[in-house]
């Protein structure tokens, strides 16, 4: 299992070892409930990482000799480390894991240290948004013809008219999207669809009608405007210096 590199560049071991064919078991389990892949992958790599980084080096070889102060003590290093928005994410993601550890074998219930402990509590932040003359100067980087303009500012205007994630949107096909009601079908967690409804001046940018003839029925946005894509579309960015703002890339 190759490490992988996150927050301020520290590198996650995730060679669980001898404690991997339980994490298998959890991963098939979280399978069988149609878990999100993304939602897999956090709940999977964090038992990983707390077995590798922590547990084995301390001797723990089986999961039913973690204790509560193992997972506090190893809470307090990623506090330590990355933000607490990171750590309760990685706490609450080796809750999921534990509950079904002590659960797992009806006939053999085991104990589940996080039973009685609470994720680590997280500081409000106060998040930089674009203000509205920002909004317009991203917006006026789109103008002019050519299908990428459409498809960037039908992308950055549907954002600000919906509010939707960008997993939704990437997930969006073209069948989901109707220009003429103004409204788009939006897949988010757990699969959960609802509608969203845009602005006659995104509704006019047609971002991917312009090609939908050369598309698949319902393809999707993103492998529509992965085939449009120009070699120099990575190298532009916002003006000023907007682009070393949170969310200033396009």
Same mark, same amino acid.
């Given at each position: 299992?190759? &490490?992988?590199?996150?927050?301020?560049?520290?590198?996650?071991?995730?060679?669980?070892?001898?404690?991997?064919?339980?994490?298998?078991?959890?991963?098939?389990?979280?399978?069988?409930?149609?878990?999100?892949?993304?939602?897999?992958?956090?709940?999977? +790599?964090?038992?990983?990482?707390?077995?590798?980084?922590?547990?084995?080096?301390?001797?723990?070889?089986?999961?039913?000799?973690?204790?509560?102060?193992?997972?506090? +003590?190893?809470?307090?290093?990623?506090? %330590?480390?990355?933000?607490?928005?990171?750590?309760?994410?990685?706490?609450? =993601?080796?809750?999921?894991?534990?509950?079904?550890?002590?659960?797992?074998?009806?006939?053999?219930?085991?104990?589940?240290?996080?039973?009685? @402990?609470?994720?680590?509590?997280?500081?409000?932040?106060?998040?930089? $948004?674009?203000?509205?003359?920002?909004?317009? /100067?991203?917006? /006026?980087?789109?103008?002019?013809?050519?299908?990428?303009?459409?498809?960037?500012?039908?992308?950055?205007?549907?954002?600000?008219?919906?509010?939707?994630?960008?997993?939704?949107?990437?997930?969006?096909?073209?069948?989901?999207? &109707?220009?003429? &009601?103004?409204?788009?079908?939006?897949?988010?967690?757990?699969?959960?669809?609802?509608? $969203?409804?845009?602005?006659?001046?995104?509704?006019? =940018?047609?971002?991917? @009608?312009?090609?939908?003839?050369?598309?698949?029925?319902?393809? &999707?946005?993103?492998?529509?405007?992965?085939?449009?894509?120009?070699?120099?579309?990575?190298?532009?960015?916002?003006?000023? %210096?907007?682009?070393?703002?949170?969310?200033?890339?396009?």
């Amino acid at each position: 299992m190759s &490490s992988r590199v996150v927050g301020r560049g520290f590198k996650r071991n995730l060679d669980a070892g001898p404690l991997q064919p339980m994490i298998e078991s959890f991963e098939l389990h979280l399978r069988a409930e149609k878990k999100s892949p993304k939602t897999i992958r956090t709940y999977i +790599e964090a038992t990983q990482w707390l077995a590798a980084e922590y547990l084995m080096p301390n001797g723990i070889k089986f999961w039913a000799d973690v204790t509560a102060r193992h997972v506090q +003590e190893w809470t307090v290093t990623l506090l %330590d480390r990355y933000s607490d928005s990171y750590a309760n994410n990685q706490f609450r =993601a080796l809750q999921q894991f534990f509950k079904w550890h002590a659960t797992e074998d009806p006939d053999e219930p085991r104990p589940n240290p996080m039973a009685n @402990l609470k994720p680590p509590k997280v500081g409000d932040k106060l998040v930089p $948004v674009f203000t509205g003359d920002e909004l317009t /100067a991203m917006l /006026a980087t789109c103008k002019g013809g050519g299908f990428q303009n459409r498809r960037d500012y039908a992308v950055i205007s549907l954002f600000k008219d919906a509010g939707i994630r960008l997993s939704e949107l990437a997930g969006l096909s073209l069948d989901d999207v &109707s220009p003429v &009601s103004r409204e788009a079908t939006v897949t988010g967690k757990g699969n959960k669809q609802r509608t $969203v409804r845009f602005t006659y001046d995104t509704a006019r =940018a047609r971002p991917v @009608l312009a090609r939908a003839g050369q598309a698949p029925h319902g393809a &999707s946005l993103g492998a529509v405007a992965r085939r449009a894509r120009r070699p120099d579309d990575s190298q532009r960015r916002l003006p000023d %210096d907007r682009t070393a703002r949170p969310g200033g890339r396009r």
